[in-house]
Nanobody
Framework: QFQLVESGGGLVQPGGSLRLSCAAS????????IGWFRQVPGKEREGVSC?????????YYVDSVKGRFTVSRNNAENTAYLQMDRLKPEDTANYYC?????????????????????????WGQGTQVTVSS
């Protein structure tokens, strides 16, 4: 069964850190692009970061998290990660991971343009991150 499971969310004080995990089962993450998204109730889901499945492992971050979040993948563990540092209250959201198949959608060229977030799918159930004192 093609499945993504997020974990690692929780309550953290402003300035703190969390590391989110995205574990894949039923398929191999190796050749997929992986995206991280977040959603606040009443608002649209927002693409936050992604890591390419290509050999260069290029990454992308939206401006609001650039310099604070780090996306990575461990293909041997079939897992992707989102390290979140210097968290702010506005980072509070439900965080999701999703994948994109570059064989179907074409390769990401993150040095040239940001990803098309609507090309990602197979959503996990999400993990809640709350940043509050």
């Amino acid at each position: 069964q093609f499945q993504l499971v997020e974990s690692g969310g929780g309550l953290v004080q402003p300035g703190g850190s969390l590391r989110l995990s995205c574990a894949a089962s039923g398929f191999t993450l190796d050749n997929y692009d992986i995206g991280w998204f977040r959603q606040v109730p009443g608002k649209e889901r927002e693409g936050v970061s992604c890591v390419s499945g290509s050999d260069d492992g290029s990454t992308y971050y939206v401006d609001s998290v650039k310099g604070r979040f780090t996306v990575s993948r461990n293909n041997a563990e079939n897992t992707a990660y989102l390290q979140m540092d210097r968290l702010k209250p506005e980072d509070t959201a439900n965080y999701y991971c999703a994948v994109r198949n570059p064989l179907a959608a074409g390769p990401l060229v993150l040095r040239v343009r940001p990803p098309s977030w609507d090309e990602f799918g197979h959503w996990g159930q999400g993990t809640q991150v709350t940043v509050s004192s």
